[in-house]
């Protein structure tokens, strides 16, 4: 694709990790996208810093498997402690592999992320990144078409590029989220936050965890990062702002805890930001070929790690999707399942990133009670233990592409695991960027070259084998898989299961 054109299918706005992702995903399918974003290099203050095992296992599908490998380090899970710093509860992640293929919590910086997604990037020719772009106006033309303004910030220029669809991963003040007449939904929360990044060769000797501290007078949050890197967050009083805390000996009395035998000259101060940490939901995700996705769509408080990974889910569910329908295989009808299974999907994670803030720094009776009586009980009751130890994230909904009506054992929308198979490859490695069947039971002739005829590919589920434990829990024959890893539908019904398979066909060496 050429850098300046007048029109591309798919017109990106924002370079964060929502909208490289989905360009990286577009491109894999060889559909042409122009991704513009304001600034020229990616945002360099403190953010995420959590990743959990399922978005791991989309950033290798990425390509990018090794390379987050790199800048990473798997940690063991969240301990819940009181103001004296006793822990009260303590939900464990596993650092070996998970279903999934990768540690089940992940430590990084935001910034080295998001280099690497774009370095990666640069490999597909069919996705162009313009910086220094600012958006500044998005119409729609007809009904299928969108014309995109944005202005290049170092000529000054006006340009104009038309596009087939509009993908608004443009952040909180989202302005694709105006054009589409969407309004956020409130959930009720917002506290002002210091977030502070620290860096130091000393040996801290805390458990490798993420540490919240439940204070309703100063709620925090310790956790490593790297090897020499650390990052606290802090609950602002009404009276207080970053600058009251730009100095390394201003911060110190906030980090003793963790810090206790340390000197003051073995810590290096980094990155210090405040944040007004929000829970929001658009109520509309998109209207007609203009979608919002990762920030632009809903807001999560940090307590958990989950609204990068929730930008990645959006944009790895709509990607191949929209690929789909440039690409002529799929209908464009399919495009409403974005919205449908999505936007339920972060509400949930909203909620609870909203339960673990409350249980952090609610105050008055309710909160006391919350720490004093729940908080110590939760990881013992059957249920709530598996929800917050297991980093499993709930099913999509039902749609036309996920095919729900069975019960709690079901499969349909949850994602398949990622073993090693027989042949010593992972499922994602043979399955690449097109469907799957899981089947535990073979497929004559007539129905393997269907199957292989829709774009699918057929992976035997052994008896014995993980595949085949995975589809016997869920009472299942066989089971349809999206590029997504998503289960379109499972059932006894082999031949029932086979004919929900759409043609689905991207090259082999899609990178995928
Ligand atoms: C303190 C803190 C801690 C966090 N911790 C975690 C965590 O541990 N785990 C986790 O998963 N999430 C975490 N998050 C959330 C995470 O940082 C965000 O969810 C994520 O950055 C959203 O990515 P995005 O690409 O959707 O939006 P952004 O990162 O905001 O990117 C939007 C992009 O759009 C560009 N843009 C906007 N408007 C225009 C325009 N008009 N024209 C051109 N370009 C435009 C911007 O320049 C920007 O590059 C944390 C957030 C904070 C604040």
Redesign the pocket.
Known sequence: MNDDPSFVPVVI???????ITAATKLAQYGVDCLV????QDV?PQ??????DDEIYRLLAGLGIADEFAAISRPAHGLQLRDRNMRVMAQFHRECAESINGYPQANMFD?PELEALLRANLKQYPHAVLRVD????EAVPIGIDKVQVT?TDRVSGEEHRVETRYLLG???????VRAAIDARMEDLQFQQR?L?VDVATAAELNQWEGVHQVCDPHRAATYMRIGDTRYRW?FRLLPDETADDFSTMAALYPLIRPWVEGVALDELELGRV?E?T?RAQVANRWHRGNMFV????AHL?P?FI???????LRDAMNLGWKLAGVVNGWLPESVLDTYEQERMPHARYMIRFALAVGTAMTAGGEVGNFLRRVVLPRLHRIPGVREKIVDSTTPALHSSALAHKSRGRRELAGKLCPNPVLVDGKRLDNVVGARFAVITSAPLDPPQRDEMTRRGAVVVAAHPGTELALWLAVGRAMAAVVRPDRTVLCAGRDLAEVCCTVPIFAPPADTGA
């Open positions: 706005v924002g370079a964060g990790p929502t909208g513009l974003d304001r600034w945002y403190p953010r995420a810093v959590h990743l935001q772009a600012e958006v500044t944005f991963c443009d952040g909180a003040n989202s302005l936050w977030v967050e930001a944040y940490f996705l990762g920030d632009a999560t940090p790690g989950q609204g990068l990974c929730a930008g």
